[in-house]
């Protein structure tokens, strides 16, 4: 057993937990009323929640240094670019249950805070892993890589993305053991019908958001250990990177389905540092075995990222243009209905939470089965 260092006094701990309370409590104030949010209202928060880990790496660095600082935003884009594919998921499932756009952003609040909950209990547990020994990093980078083989080989087959909510086994057990209404009833989980209690399809949306973060955990909270071994760091890119989502989402709405290669970038990073990672355990043991720099980590990860939304847009442009010009509206091998945009495949029938099945384009997370 070894302890884990970390910058983080009693202090720093209490400071950023009431600074991130204050947040949430913001983000439930702002959505207190039902409404459609505008784009120039999504534009200025997504604004606002991406300016805020840069000042946090700015006070980082003028406090504790270079390291630390650097350290805090690697994990951040790792974070921020794994929750851009977790919104494909979101919208899929806002979709399925036919989520009224009045209501989408407290139920994404709602998932947005069971997800920070749960990954404190991630966070928690990859500590108490990595205190046990470096034999773990070993471990997280085999997940990892094992994860970024399966992202990049379901991305190259580009099947439709597809959720049928009537499939998942959580919201099969809440149909057993509660009634479930036909309709919203504004923000309420739980309401009563003829002096019975029941959820209403809000609760099954937010538990489905919930669950599905469990097993987007799985490879984001090894991942960001693969930058940083400081719980504080770690926890603190978590909660930057889901903080702005729920703005984030209304901002890339209809711009999602267009990042047709996500998928490819996401697999070679969650690879690049799995790889990390088992260097890292290696050198543990042989001292001559290199050690991958955080320095060099940031520019790896940032570099994917630019050239698979590089090659994402000029192949979104490319087929528009076929389509403009009266061609067939897709590449050749592929089916035209898997390259559509997100908007243009969402629901096909079915009433809220009744297994109305939602099509995607091939950039749509597809790598994993819902709890």
Known sequence: MHALDSIASPGLWAATIIGLLALLAVDVWLTRRPHEVAMGEALRWTAFYLALPFVFFGFLWW?????????????????????????????????????????????????????????????????????????????????????????????GQGPEATIDVDDMRTVRMLRRWLPVTKD??????????????????????????????IVFAVDSVPAVYGVTEDPYLVLATN????????????????????????????????????????????????????????????????????????????????VERRSDRGGRPGVSGEPADQRGDLVGHLVQGGEPGRGARVGAHGAGDQRRDLP
Request: include cysteine; hydrophobic fraction near 60%.
């Open 239 to 318: 909660a930057f990177a889901l903080l702005g989502l729920r703005a984030l989402y209304f901002v890339l709405h209809d711009a999602l389905g267009r990042l047709r290669h996500l998928n490819y970038g996401l697999g070679v990073i969650l690879a690049f540092i799995g790889v990390k990672l088992v260097l890292h355990w290696a050198h543990g043991s042989w001292s001559w075995v290199p050690e991958v720099p955080t320095t060099l980590s940031l520019a790896v990860i940032v570099l994917v990222l630019a050239t698979v939304t590089a090659t994402s847009l000029w192949t979104s442009r490319r």
């Open 63 to 155: 406090v504790y240094g270079g390291t630390p600082a650097i350290e805090f935003l690697t994990g951040f884009v790792v974070e921020k670019s794994l929750s851009v594919d977790n919104l494909f998921v979101f919208m899929l499932l806002l979709a399925s249950f036919a989520v009224p756009p009045a209501l989408s952003q407290r139920v994404l609040l709602y998932g947005i805070v069971g997800a920070l909950l749960l990954r404190a209990v991630f966070i928690a547990l990859g500590a108490g892993a990595l205190a046990t020994g470096t034999c773990v990093f070993l471990l997280f980078g085999a997940v990892l890589v094992w994860t970024a083989v399966r992202v990049l080989r379901e991305a």
């Open 184 to 213: 919203y009833d504004g923000f309420k989980l739980v309401t009563r019908v003829d002096g019975r209690r029941a959820l209403t399809p809000a609760a099954l949306v937010v538990t489905a958001i919930f669950m599905t973060d």
